[in-house]
């Protein structure tokens, strides 16, 4: 199946392909330019069933912007629609912005008609939801105003946004203008794993040497002592640490005393309000482990299941059971863990609504006091992604999974605190964080409202550093062994320069 878009006062291809991939993971989309729309639209031939034109038109009307959809098949017009500017308003005033909504708008329209699907997110596409409401707050926009935006303008279904405002409610409580600006949060990264899930491609290194993994964490060491002196002479005060990856919690005692020994030069780590360390894989974890980390002030770790179903942890080649997720997650209650994290995801392949009840019981059994339920996501590099033969969305599978979620989190005592959104995620969904009250994850709502610094260390990691109450600027690590070590220097000046 191919689509082809005729732009006509327009040139939107990046905001009108992802219009698409909200509803088509499958199909081909070909972009003809005005000049090509011009000469090629008023043709009238047998492309064939299996070829959709979409014309699409941007015009000035009265002073107005005003954005026209029509989807033919063949010669035979299926659907049209059209959106002009003064129906739509926006959390901040921006009129390439407001071209841009009529454009993908009037698109949306014919797209939901001929999927006949309703998404969730409208014809949102982008990473932050919540962000959109803490900025319409900012542009002194009332509470009402905001739910307009979300449903009339951004087409939000009234379930979400419920959700959304019961998010920003626990998030509030984070948002703190002169604070936020103060803060810094520091995010070490260990990019290895036992074994890599099929589903997965973030920069991970498996089956590493020790010595390799020696020489990277000397590097590391380096990159968050200079790290942590910048932000020293910035006067940042150090709010959180995360300790992520790839999986932390495969490297040794030893190994974790060497990445906490060069912030202990600079702060007493009992006294940062929050450090995360990840342990995801519960075929990393040992008692002395968890015993060093305690011992490190670790005060938040995860222990990941993403199932409890066997027959997936194994196709995922996750290397590890369910039964090994009850133990070490006992394991770590027993030491004194007390917020602990769990990940779980729906959607992974062979599963339905029954697999993702089993796996939601037997983790609100546990009662974590955090859980965090991400929709699958087809990533470019995965080895899912790679091996399917079609990406299915599976929007009413996704939909009824995430009830059976919503609904066990919600009568365990689990409010949602933070969400975001991923590319080409099935049932155009999102992901989740849920927490008992008052244990959410500091980390996770700061990074994702983008409301505090974050200086990252380690290889692939991305620093985002704010040069304003309303703007960061991102500065991206290297993603191989040889640059990071090699051009670390250059990644430092940034920062410096930045900090400034
Ligand atoms: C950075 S990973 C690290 C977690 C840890 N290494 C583990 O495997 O338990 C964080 C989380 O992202 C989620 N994740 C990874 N790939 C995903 C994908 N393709 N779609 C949805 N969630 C994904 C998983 O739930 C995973 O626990
Ligand atoms: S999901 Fe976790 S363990 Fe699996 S490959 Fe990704 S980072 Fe590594």
């Known amino acids: 199946m191919k689509l082809i878009y005729y732009f006509w006062g327009h040139n939107y291809e990046y905001e009108c392909r992802n219009a698409l991939r909200i509803f088509d993971l499958n199909i081909d989309c070909e972009i003809k330019t005005a000049e090509e729309t011009a000469t090629e639209i008023e043709e009238t031939y047998d492309i064939g069933d299996d070829i959709l034109r979409l014309i699409s038109t941007l015009s000035e009307e009265d002073g ?9 098949c063949n010669d035979k017009l299926l659907f049209e629609s059209e959106y002009k500017g003064n129906e739509i308003i926006l959390e901040c005033e921006n009129n390439k912005k407001l071209r841009k909504t ?5 698109i949306h329209q014919v797209l939901k008609r001929y999927y006949n699907v309703t998404p969730d997110y409208g014809i949102l596409t982008g990473v932050r939801v919540v962000k959109i409401m803490i900025t319409a707050r900012r542009h002194h926009k009332t509470d009402e105003e905001i739910t307009r935006i979300l449903r009339e ?43 890599k899930c099929i589903y997965c491609s973030f920069t991970s290194f498996v ?19 200079q790290t942590i002196k910048m932000a020293i002479e910035k006067g940042l005060n150090l709010n959180t640490i995360y300790v992520g990856g790839g999986t932390p919690s495969i490297l040794s005692e ?18 940062i309000k929050e450090i995360t360390f990840e342990a995801g894989r519960p075929d990393t974890l040992t008692e002395e482990k968890l015993l060093c980390l305690k011992e490190n002030s670790v005060n938040r770790i995860s222990i990941n299941p993403q199932t409890m179903n066997e027959k997936t942890l194994l196709a995922m080649e996750r290397n590890h059971t369910a039964a090994d997720i009850m133990l070490k997650y006992e394991m770590a209650k027993k030491i004194g863990f007390d917020c602990i994290n769990m990940d779980i995801i729906l959607g992974l392949p062979g599963e339905d609504e029954s697999d993702v009840k089993r796996t939601i019981s037997q983790v609100a059994a546990l009662r974590p006091e955090n859980i965090t339920v991400h929709a699958l996501a087809y990533k470019k590099k995965s080895e899912l992604t790679r091996e399917s033969e079609k990406l299915y969305k599976d929007y009413d599978l996704i939909g009824k999974m995430n009830d059976v979620v919503h ?6 005592g689990y409010n949602p605190y933070y969400m975001y959104r991923q590319k080409n995620i099935k049932g155009n969904s999102e992901n989740a964080g849920f927490t008992l009250p008052g244990r959410e994850g500091i980390y996770n709502i700061v990074i994702t409202e983008e409301l505090e610094s974050i200086l990252a260390c380690g290889l692939g990691a991305s620093s985002k550093i704010k040069i304003s109450s309303d703007r960061h600027i ?11 070590k090699g051009r670390m220097n250059e990644i430092l000046d940034k920062k410096k320069e930045l900090l400034k």
């Open 64 to 72: 107005d912007e005003v954005g026209r959809a029509s989807l033919y």
């Open 102 to 106: 009529v454009v993908v708008k009037a």
């Open 153 to 195: 303008t951004y087409e939000v279904t009234d379930e979400k946004i419920k959700f959304l405002w019961d998010i920003l409610k626990i998030e509030e409580y984070y948002i703190n203008e002169e604070q936020n600006n103060n803060n810094y949060n520091l995010y070490i990264g260990i990019p290895f794993c036992p074994s």
């Open 207 to 225: 089956g590493c040497r020790e010595d390799i993994i020696n020489d990277y964490l000397e590097s590391l060491v380096y990159e968050t002592e």
């Open 254 to 271: 030893k190994q974790i005393n060497i990445i906490f020994a060069p912030i202990k030069k600079y702060y007493d780590l009992s006294e």
């Open 407 to 412: 609904r066990w989190c919600t009568e365990a």
């Open 474 to 484: 991102p500065v991206h690590n290297f993603k191989s062994l040889e640059e990071y």
